[in-house]
C-alpha cells in the first residue's frame, strides 16, 4: 500500500535559515504529491503539489521536486520566518484519497 | 474562497453519550467530503469518504455503526459518534471537494473530541 514517512520535529531554525524537510514515500503507480501545511488553530492548506516525476512545486519561497529514483519529495526554503512556524504535512495520492506523512512541526525564532 | 469550518472546534462529553460535529463548505458546493482522525504526533488517517446524497464509504477498521456520517447537503457534512468511549478521544478533520476545482481537498480547522 501507499506510505509517506516524513523527518521527526520540531525543527527549530532562526529566522533566516535554510529549511529542509525530507519526505520519502512509497507507492504504486505514479501518485501525485503534496505539501499541506497547518498553522495553528487552522486547517491544512495545500502549499504546493507536484503531479509526475521531476516536476517541481512552489509556493511562497518554498519548493519541492518529484523526485522517483529516489521516491522523495523533500520540501526547501531558502530563507525562513518566523510566521513559516507551523506543521508540515507531506502527502501524497490523487482523484480519490490522501496518504499523509505524521508532519513535522516548524519553529523559527527571531 | 474555499473555506470548510467544523463545529464544535472542541468538544467533552461523557462515556456512553452521542457526539456530533459537523462540517460546511462555506462558499463552495462540496459533491465529496472527507472524514479523517488524528492521533497526536501521527498521521491523519481517512475515515470515510461521503458523496452527495449517497452513503459513505468507511475505510477498513473502522466501524460505520459508531462514526455515523451523513451528506445530506452540498453544504453540509455530519460526523456522529455513537456510544462513545475514551478510546474515541482524538481530532477529528473533515475535508471538502468540489468537482469543478478539480482534486484538491479543502480542509476544516478540526474539532478536538474528549471522552471522559
Known amino acids: 500500500g501507499n506510505s509517506v514517512t516524513q523527518m521527526e520535529g520540531p525543527v527549530t531554525l532562526s529566522e533566516e535559515a535554510f529549511l529542509t524537510i525530507n519526505c520519502t514515500y512509497t507507492?504504486?503507480?505514479?501518485?501525485?504529491l503534496f505539501w499541506y501545511v497547518q498553522y495553528p488553530g487552522e486547517g491544512l492548506q495545500l502549499l504546493l503539489k507536484a503531479t509526475k516525476a521531476d516536476d517541481k512545486g512552489s509556493n511562497k519561497g518554498f519548493e519541492a521536486t518529484y523526485r522517483k529514483e529516489t521516491t522523495s519529495f523533500h520540501l526547501e526554503k531558502g530563507s525562513v520566518q518566523v510566521s513559516d512556524s507551523a506543521v508540515y504535512f507531506c502527502a501524497l495520492g490523487g482523484y480519490s484519497t490522501l496518504t499523509f506523512g505524521k508532519g513535522t512541526m516548524l519553529l523559527v525564532s527571531p | 474562497g474555499a473555506v470548510v469550518s467544523q463545529h464544535p472546534s472542541w468538544v467533552i462529553c461523557k462515556s456512553g453519550t452521542s457526539v456530533k460535529i459537523e462540517c460546511r463548505s462555506l462558499d463552495f458546493q462540496a459533491t465529496t467530503m472527507f472524514w479523517y482522525r488524528q492521533f497526536p504526533k501521527q498521521s491523519l488517517m481517512l475515515m470515510a469518504t461521503?458523496?452527495?446524497?449517497?452513503?459513505?464509504?468507511?475505510e477498513q477498521g473502522v466501524e460505520k455503526d459508531k462514526f455515523l456520517i451523513n451528506h445530506a447537503s452540498l453544504t453540509l457534512s455530519t460526523l456522529t459518534v455513537t456510544s462513545a468511549h475514551p478510546e474515541d478521544s482524538s481530532f477529528y478533520i473533515c475535508s471538502a471537494r468540489d468537482y469543478l476545482g478539480g482534486y484538491e481537498q479543502f480542509f476544516g480547522p478540526g474539532t478536538r473530541l474528549t471522552v471522559l
Open positions: 507507492a504504486t503507480g505514479y501518485p501525485s
Open positions: 461521503s458523496n452527495e446524497g449517497s452513503k459513505a464509504t468507511y
